[in-house]
C-alpha cells in the first residue's frame, strides 16, 4: 500500500492557468512535505517544503498543508509552459532519512 | 545552489557484472542516499549513509547491494552481482542534516542491465 498517494495522476492546464495538486500520507509518523519538480530526464529539484499547518506562497507557488488530515496541496498560478514536468510529493518523518515518495502528477501547461 | 555531482551518467552492462555508481555530494553535507527511479516509476529510497555507516535501507537495498565512502572521497554505490531488475535510473542526494534539511539530488545514473 502507498504510504504517499497523489492525485490527479496527470493534469492539462491551459497557459497561464492554475494547476491544483494534492498529496495524503497514511504514515501518521510524518512531521514534513516536500515538493520536487521533476523535468523529463532531470533530477528531482526541490520546489517548496511546509512543516506546519497552514499556507505558504513562494512566487506563483502556494503550499498549503493539515497536519490533522496528512494532507497537502501545492498549487501553482500563472501556468508557464516550462512549468511542464512530474511533480513529485514527498514526506519524512522528524527521526527518519529516507523521503518516501508518491507516484507523481504529471502537470502539461498548453500554450 | 548547491550541487551533487554522479558519474557516469549513463553505464551499460551485462547480468552478472559488477557495477560501481560515482557520487560527488554537497561539499558540507553530512548525510547521503541512494535512490532508485524505473523508467517511468516512482522515485524509491534505497540506502542511507552517515558518518561511515548504513543508518537505514529499505527492501530494496538487496544484499548484492553495497555503499561506502572511502576518506571522504566519493560516495559509492556498488551492486555486485548486478541483475536485470537492477536497470534504472540511480539518484544520490546528500542534506546537511536530517528532519527539516533539504536533500539535494545529483543528475542520476542510468544503468541498462543486458
Known amino acids: 500500500q502507498q504510504k504517499v498517494q497523489q492525485s490527479p495522476e496527470s493534469l492539462i492546464v491551459p497557459e497561464g492557468g492554475m494547476a491544483s495538486l494534492n498529496c495524503t500520507s497514511s504514515?501518521?509518523?510524518?512531521?514534513y512535505f516536500w515538493w520536487y519538480r521533476q523535468h523529463s530526464g532531470k533530477s528531482p529539484k526541490m520546489l517548496m517544503s511546509i512543516f506546519s499547518n497552514g499556507e505558504k506562497e513562494e512566487g506563483r507557488f502556494t503550499v498549503h498543508l493539515n497536519k490533522a488530515s496528512l494532507h497537502t496541496s501545492l498549487h501553482i498560478r500563472d501556468s508557464q509552459p516550462s512549468d511542464s514536468a512530474l511533480y513529485l510529493c514527498?514526506?519524512?518523518?522528524?527521526?527518519?532519512?529516507?523521503?518516501?515518495f508518491g507516484t507523481g502528477t504529471t502537470v502539461s501547461v498548453s500554450p | 545552489g548547491p550541487k551533487v555531482l554522479q558519474i557516469p551518467s549513463h553505464q551499460i552492462i551485462d547480468m552478472g557484472q559488477m557495477v560501481t555508481l560515482n557520487c560527488d555530494p554537497v561539499s558540507n553535507h553530512l548525510y547521503f542516499y541512494w535512490y532508485k527511479q524505473i523508467l517511468g516509476q516512482q522515485m524509491e529510497f534505497l540506502v542511507n549513509?552517515?558518518?561511515?555507516?548504513?543508518?537505514?535501507k529499505s527492501k530494496l537495498f538487496k544484499d548484492q547491494f553495497s555503499v561506502e565512502r572511502p576518506d571522504g572521497s566519493y560516495f559509492t554505490l556498488k551492486i555486485q552481482p548486478t541483475a536485470l531488475e537492477d536497470s534504472a535510473v540511480y539518484f544520490c542526494a546528500s542534506s546537511l542534516l536530517l528532519g527539516g534539511y533539504e536533500q539535494y539530488f545529483g543528475p542520476g545514473t542510468r544503468l541498462t542491465v543486458l
Open positions: 514527498a514526506a519524512s518523518s522528524q527521526g527518519g532519512r529516507a523521503l518516501i
Open positions: 549513509f552517515y558518518n561511515g555507516k548504513v543508518m537505514e
Open positions: 504514515d501518521r509518523n510524518v512531521d
